[in-house]
């Protein structure tokens, strides 16, 4: 078990894509704020943020919940962040798109992961109890998340010239 979910299940599956899509975006992420690129965390973070959309669908589609709106909204930022990288090489345009598209693309696997960890371990659920989570520590949890993200963002876009 790996906080109550059976190691050899496709939910467990799941998590370690994503969790690997988390770690290497953010990577990606920190190569972006230095004005890098870094070819082999991009790529990992783009095939595993794909992954995660797919298995999620997989998982669960219908009835339509947050869970499945936040895999819309990937699979919807994933599209152009793909194209910027892979079609058009961040040209023009193409540039802050990647970057805000990309970086949207972290923070819903990171929004998930938030709230999966307020859900999955019994420290953090005893702070929001409830399922969703709520309440202060949550939404200030999710919250420095965001600020993190849209500083970020903002930084990338001044700072990434490829």
């Known amino acids: 078990m790996f906080f109550g979910i059976p190691v050899f299940s496709f939910v467990f599956v799941h998590t ?5 899509a988390i770690v290497s975006g953010l990577l990606m992420l920190f190569a972006t704020l230095g ?3 870094s070819e082999g965390a991009t790529s990992v ?3 595993f943020s794909v992954l995660t959309a797919i298995t999620g669908f997989i998982i669960q589609t219908f009835p339509v919940t947050p869970a499945v709106v936040t895999g819309v ?6 599209i152009p962040a793909l194209l910027a990288r892979h079609v058009f090489g961040f040209a023009g345009a193409w540039r802050w798109i990647w970057v805000v598209t990309a970086f949207l693309s972290l923070y819903l696997n990171c929004f998930v992961l938030v709230i999966q960890s307020f859900l999955k ?4 659920h005893a702070l929001a109890p409830g399922a969703p989570p709520g309440g ?3 939404g200030a949890v999710q919250g420095v998340v965001l600020v993190f993200f849209v500083v970020s963002g903002f ?4 700072r990434f010239r490829p």
């Open 16 to 20: 370690l894509i994503t969790l690997i």
């Open 45 to 47: 973070f783009l095939i």
């Open 35 to 37: 004005n890098r690129r």
């Open 121 to 124: 371990v019994p420290a953090l």
């Open 136 to 138: 202060p520590v949550f």
């Open 73 to 78: 909204l990937l699979s919807l930022a994933l």
């Open 155 to 158: 930084l990338a876009l001044r």
